[in-house]
């Protein structure tokens, strides 16, 4: 059984209108939600073998603030420009590419943006939990954190329609 656990940067600052989009940082609600969010992915018991990460400035920052939450060590962390802004079938081929590892990482996350993320999720999800279904289908928020479940040795194996949706959180349910 492989886990995967799809989150949204948290909440980012509009404030300087001459920032490109890649360097905007988080905004203060931002800031706040971000660790509580990891402090809720830890309190589950989730701890990713392997975190794919955006390089854009405010995912590399929710990645900082959820990061103390999980423990030591460390996961391991890619930070990958194709990530940023992807479409859901670029972020599929990087899960995908997660396949020849040795050992196969069990518990994958990704932190990106939407709508690539939202997407991703739609296009994976095959069942789950009645609740979190209609919660992620209403909307993907900033720091929303969707969690699947795949019957599945490889991610090479992970497609459409496979994965199990087990929860979706979002920073105003943690409050």
């Not at 809720?40 to 959820?66: K, Q, W, Y």
């Not at 996961?75 to 599929?92: F, G, K, Q, V």
Request: charged share 20%; with cysteine.
């Amino acid at each position: 059984m492989l886990t995967l656990l799809l989150l949204r940067h948290a909440k980012s600052n509009w404030d300087n209108p001459a920032l490109a989009d890649y360097d905007r940082p988080l905004a203060k609600r931002g800031r706040k939600s971000a660790p509580r969010m990891g402090a809720e992915i830890a309190a589950l018991g989730l701890r990713p073998d392997i975190i794919l990460c955006s390089s854009a400035a405010r995912t590399r920052e929710t990645l900082s603030l959820v990061l103390p939450e999980l423990g030591t060590p460390p996961p391991e962390i890619i930070y990958d420009d194709a990530i940023y802004m992807a479409a859901p079938s670029d972020l599929l081929a990087a899960l995908r590419a997660l396949a020849p590892r040795d050992p196969a990482p069990q518990t994958a996350m990704i932190v990106g943006h939407n709508p690539g993320m939202e997407e991703l999720a739609e296009m994976l999800v095959g069942g789950g939990d009645e609740h979190s279904l209609e919660l992620m289908d209403e909307k993907f928020p900033t720091c929303a954190l969707a969690v699947f479940t795949f019957d599945a040795k490889d991610w090479a194996d992970i497609a459409p329609g496979t994965g199990t949706l087990t929860r979706f959180l979002t920073p105003a349910q943690l409050t």
